[in-house]
């Protein structure tokens, strides 16, 4: 029997977003898929039941609240090194990539992407600085490193001269919610949301390297020589940097044709994605890019980024732009609106390509790496 602490700081009821979702999908199947060994849930808060998912789960809570650069420091230097300590445990997994140094046992974090060291102005600064300033430490201290793309990987690899051969790609999936609406669905969801109009959708947080402003400018473009009163649905919630959103949308010709739906979960979230003309994610930069998934999942085309690990999620079912090109992005939305056969086309490759993805395969290889990890 193995006793394995697990950071769980994200899992936070109603705000699972990236990273919470992350470690809520893969940690509730590897703890069914092996009840002989002893989780230990590492909360900062008052923890959910409904993530304690199995009976092999212990929940702990540790103080203080990891919310600032400096509580990381005090939570994971202090308490989580004495919480390991005292327990003894065989493995710290930190699905969030954050360890600690005061621990001599195998430590593995995930790291999603490297996009605080490469744009740096995308980060608040105090966290900018401690993610620049630990995460290398961390790249030194862990047994092996597990990551979400093999862009990520090669990444890790270069950026922190981590060895590639201990880096692990555990994909990530899409929730088994995402599925086609059938036509009534659909028009349903349009009437609810858009007055019957079609629309584009992006869901995701509302940050700066989510390349929002250029997604609306795009949209603005493409509205003005559509034929018919496209929407674009904005499904998420503001983040640092957002503000600047604002300022795009009061000089947009078409900020009424903009709907900002806020949080949206489960059935409202899985129909206003199959319900859409395509999917946008146009970001500046991903470690993978989950949305993706989720609109292959519900038949829906996409429109992404070229760069990052955008293309090799999604393959051949997608039309790549460029995130700095508006002109490129509202052409692509125009393709998307005109071109039925464009459209069936990018829904069948969507079809085979999100068979390469799935929670359960991230859970699978996921626990492959714990056992590598454990074996030095």
């Known amino acids: ?10 899992l936070l009821p109603g705000k699972l977003e990236g990273i919470g979702w992350f470690s809520f999908q893969s940690l509730k199947r590897v703890v069914h898929t092996h009840p002989e060994h002893q989780f230990y849930f590492l909360f900062d808060r008052p923890w959910d039941e409904s993530f304690v998912f199995a009976n092999n789960v212990h929940p702990v809570r540790l103080y203080p609240q990891a919310r600032h650069p400096v509580l990381y420091y005090l939570f994971f230097e202090m308490a989580v090194a004495r919480y390991l300590q005292k327990m003894k445990a065989d493995l710290f997994f930190s699905p969030d990539g954050f360890l600690t140094s005061r621990f001599s046992g195998p430590q593995l974090p995930v790291f999603h992407d490297l996009n605080f060291m490469h744009n740096p102005e995308f980060i608040p600064g105090l966290s900018q600085k401690y993610y620049t300033r630990f995460f290398p430490k961390f ?11 093999e862009y990520s990987r090669q990444d ?3 950026t922190f001269g981590y060895p590639k051969g201990r880096i692990d790609v555990v994909y990530n999936g899409a929730h088994e919610i995402f599925a086609p609406a059938d036509v009534s669905a659909q028009r349903a969801t349009r009437e609810r949301f858009t007055g019957g109009c079609p629309y584009f959708v992006y869901v995701g947080s509302l940050h700066k390297r989510k390349n929002i402003d250029h997604m609306l400018l795009a949209f603005d473009q493409f509205r003005s020589r559509a034929s018919e009163a496209y929407k674009l649905v904005i499904v998420g919630a503001p983040m640092f940097g957002s503000g600047e959103t604002k300022k795009v949308l009061s000089g947009m010709q078409y900020a009424d044709d ?7 979960y489960d059935d409202d979230l899985r129909h206003i994605v199959a319900s859409a003309r395509a999917l946008l994610l146009v970001s500046y930069f991903e470690g993978f890019g989950i949305p993706i998934i989720e609109a292959m999942q519900c038949d829906v085309p996409v429109i992404t980024s070229n760069v990052t690990a955008m293309p090799e999620v999604a393959g051949e079912a997608a039309l790549l732009t460029d995130p700095g090109s508006v002109e490129q992005i509202a052409n692509a939305m125009q393709a998307l609106s005109r071109d039925d056969k464009l459209r069936q086309d990018l829904i069948e490759k969507g079809r085979r ?3 390469r993805f799935s929670w359960d395969q ?15």
């Open 156 to 158: 890790i690899a270069q």
């Open 362 to 376: 991230t859970a699978e290889r996921l626990w492959q790496s714990m056992e590598k990890c454990l074996k030095g």
């Open 353 to 355: 390509q999100r068979a």
């Open 1 to 10: 029997m193995l006793k394995i602490a697990v950071n769980t700081r994200l």
């Open 258 to 264: 903009v709907i900002m739906a806020g949080r949206l």
């Open 139 to 149: 790249a030194r201290i862990a047994t092996r490193i597990a990551t979400v793309s």
